[in-house]
């Protein structure tokens, strides 16, 4: 994998007062980590809407193209190619639901089960490399942190 830890832009030198600010340490961190993710699961040849589109169907079941859009927020002509390839490749099968026959279900396949065990080992070690420089106990620390700020609304 390619050295992502530094920033893309070269001759990029923010003043220290942004450096300093929260907002802007985040945006960094998240810029980085989509950096290795996208890296990461390229070597598979994937992308992050494969890999969110299979866990989803995962973990939160089977659903109408359209339900399935609401739930991931992905535009629906995006989602139709997205689902195009990943049916393509014989990992989700779109069939027509029985009580509805205007709406496809989408359902994750054994193959589809293969590959998101197999992305999910990509985007583990993204998150590793990532988090390289913290102590297991700092990661569950940054974690809890992260998830108290996404809380309050």
């Keep these: 994998m390619e050295d992502l830890t530094q920033d893309h832009y070269v001759g990029y030198d923010p003043p220290e ?3 300093q600010l929260p907002t802007w340490l985040t945006a960094q ?4 980590g989509r950096r290795l993710v996208n890296a990461s699961l390229a070597q598979e040849g994937a992308r992050r ?3 969110t589109v299979l866990a989803s169907l995962a973990e939160q079941g089977s ?3 359209a ?3 609401r739930r991931l927020s992905i535009d629906r002509s995006d ?3 997205l689902l195009a390839e990943l049916e393509s490749d014989g990992l989700v099968a779109r069939v027509r639901d029985e009580r509805d026959r205007r709406r496809n279900v989408v359902t994750l396949t054994r193959a589809g089960r293969g590959a998101l065990a197999r992305l999910g080992n990509r985007i583990d070690a993204a998150q590793d490399a990532l988090l390289e420089p913290l102590s297991a106990d700092e990661r569950r620390e940054l974690n809890r942190l ?3 700020v996404l809380e309050v609304r």
């Excluded at 961190?29 to 980085?32: H, I």
């Design 17 to 19: 007062r942004l450096r």
């Design 29 to 32: 961190v998240a810029a980085k």
């Design 49 to 51: 809407q494969h890999f």
């Design 63 to 65: 659903a109408s193209q």
């Design 67 to 69: 339900d399935l859009g």
């Design 79 to 81: 989602l139709h190619a």
């Design 146 to 148: 992260l998830q108290r």
